[in-house]
């Protein structure tokens, strides 16, 4: 049994409802007192929200331990509290060892500065010594294959660039405990692979991870034992396939309660899951070209439909809509039913996405589904090389040029 | 594999600057003041660099860069020299008005810089403060001490603009690094307060340049601080910024007043505003994350 790096303690953190949105201003906090003046003495009675409340967790040394949860559930909060970015309300924590905390990529990145100081700043921010960047630099370079680019500001980088710098400094970072948010979700696959490995290494070298990841493939690779953060209150803790896999079925239950609100409960029918077909195990939830892809979603029916009424959207993680479609008098019987949609093509920019499905009948909503998990699209990229060019489309293009005399 | 990482060997020389390998306890603030300058210390190179990126974003992003550090007091000089100096007559300690006044510019335009962007350093810097911990004072200072590369080229331009003049600086001009430093100080005593108010209101970014132009006319830039009669002349003093302009002014020309008891009341209300200004900080910084 090797020692205790991270100890946390009953920890809880409380927000003040609305108070980074509104206390922005003066006259705010001004006007809300002579409003109510006895609000200001009765605080405590306002809105609060525990993002997170009475968490209790150790992390040994040289472990990796995955963070799992759904948007909001208080996984971030827990990471930016051990890494000191914000205190807690109540108990404590206390963590031994050289942290470093990669919660956004590139953290520091200024645009007017070129790929070379952006390194030595995000390095020095990131927790790097001057002499420890100057001596990792020339690897740091070669890892994110910008030899070429150092010396140009970084705005005029393409994201994909932007991203192997940002990963790459992360990558070279050395502390003894790192706690990553979410960030090895985006680039471009063979990226993420690299950076993945690096990672790996960094882990067979003992160092202590926390990871916090939708993608929970990833989780399963990387973590040895995993946490399931719900509302702010530790739900699971245990050896990842067994805490993954309990989440995972508790996603797709019948009594999730995300994104199903209780009017649109049904007895008739529901959506159950939903996965790419023929992928290999691997990559279920992943898209990683432009097609031709084909994506099943299970239903379960009670009772017999008549005329039923289905709609799928897909949204992307800033909700707009990126398509649409619906089929009418469709005739479901009970028992399990698989549909499944069939993309000659599907030229989605690299992110993620989020199905919608509906049934209708004729006496109303039978089930509304925001699918989980996400769909994550790590198609190669298409587009121009500078962000402020790449439209929604990702389609691969050639070019060809006649001439006549 | 445990005794490897547990060897303090390994990491500590990687790390110069970052937290040691020693443990860290994390607690809710106490509210009590929990002043940690030893850490303020292991991230010194961490100031270094927001200094330095500070200073070279402001080159890089205008055309003529570093000529705006000079164009900006030399036309105020100029102005002021019209209006204040031909017109008004105003008595300038016997020096020729125009060198006058931008004995005084020089240090309070660093001032006065100092303070706007101490003010707005807290929300500026919000993407790093929300996502990585470091000592947040570190901010506040890199605000403070960004500024002294434009002080130093302005001082440069003074000295060559007062030879020209005739004046010949004499030996007081080695005390000039004294009062840059309490004009630093000044900067930062203020700048703490600002920074943090400024991160729990944003209102205070609209008052520090009201602020600035009424201290710029309780200061003696434009005038001397003869003008002001002697009996009001300790309440004048308790301007830290009278006793650094007078001071400055000084010891470059060697002319006007030496430093007095002014200068005494200058210095500990400078320290003052200091202490009160780190007590204050100390107490927002825990939130400073939530809050930006």
Known sequence: ?405 | MASVTSNPRVAAPLAPHAATSGTIRIEPPSGWFELRLEELWEYRELLYFFVWRDVKIRYKQTAIGILWVVIQPLLTMLVASLFFGRLAKLPSQGLPYPVFCFAALVPWTYFSAALLSATSVMVDNQRVITKVYFPRLILPFSAVLSGLVDLAIGLVVLLIFAFAFGIRPTVTVLLVPLFILLAVLTALGVGLWLSALNALYRDVKYVTPFLVQFWTLASPVYYSSNMVPERYRWIYGLNPMAGVIDGFRWALTGTGHPPSSSLFASTTMVLLLVLGGLVFFNRMEGSIADRV
Request: glycine fraction near 8%; aromatic fraction near 8%.
């Open chain 1, 1 to 405: 049994m090797s020692a205790v790096a991270i100890q946390v303690s009953g920890i809880s953190k409380r927000y003040r409802r609305g108070m980074a949105a509104t206390s922005g201003l003066l006259r705010d906090s001004l006007a809300l007192a002579f409003r109510s003046p006895l609000r200001l003495l009765r605080r405590e009675r306002t809105e609060n929200f525990w993002a997170l409340n009475d968490v209790s967790l150790e992390v040994c040394e040289g472990e990796v331990l995955g963070l799992i949860g759904r948007n909001g559930s208080g996984k971030t909060t827990l990471l930016k509290i051990l890494s000191r970015i914000t205190r807690p309300t109540a108990g404590w924590a206390e963590v031994h060892g050289r942290v470093g905390s990669l919660l956004e990529v590139g953290t520091g990145f200024h645009p007017e500065l070129t790929g070379r100081e952006n390194t030595y700043l995000s390095g020095a921010i990131l927790g790097m010594g001057k002499q420890e960047i100057t001596r990792k630099f020339d690897e740091i370079v070669s890892f994110a294959e910008l030899e070429k680019f150092i010396d140009t500001p970084v705005k005029h980088y393409s994201s994909g660039m932007y991203v192997r710098l940002a990963f790459a400094i992360a990558a070279h970072l050395e502390p003894e405990i790192l706690l990553v948010d979410e960030v090895l979700a985006v680039g471009d696959i063979k990226f993420q692979k690299k950076c993945l490995g690096k990672m790996g290494d960094v882990a067979r070298a003992g160092r202590t991870i926390i990871l916090v990841s939708h993608q929970l493939n990833q989780i399963r690779r990387l973590c040895q034992r995993a946490v399931w953060v719900d509302g702010g209150l530790v739900r699971q803790i245990g050896p990842t396939p067994e805490v993954v896999s309990a989440y995972e079925s508790a996603m797709s239950s019948p009594d999730r309660t995300s994104g199903r609100g209780a009017s649109s409960r049904s007895q008739k029918a529901r959506f159950l899951s939903w996965r790419i077909q023929n992928s290999y195990i691997d990559s279920t939830h992943r898209l990683e070209s432009v097609g031709p892809v084909s994506f099943s979603f299970q239903l379960e029916v009670h009772s017999p439909i008549r005329f039923a009424h289905h709609g799928i959207a897909l949204f992307d993680s800033e909700r707009r809509l990126m398509w649409a479609q619906s089929s009418d008098d469709i005739l479901f019987d009970p028992g399990i039913h698989e549909l499944t949609y069939s993309f000659p093509f599907l030229p989605l920019c690299p992110r993620s996405y989020n199905w919608q499905l509906s049934l209708w009948d004729d006496s109303g909503n039978v089930d509304l589904w925001e699918a989980l998990p996400e769909l994550i699209v790590a198609a190669p990229n298409y587009q121009h090389a500078k962000d402020e060019w790449n439209g929604m489309l990702n389609l691969p293009t050639s070019l060809s040029i006649t001439s006549k005399g």
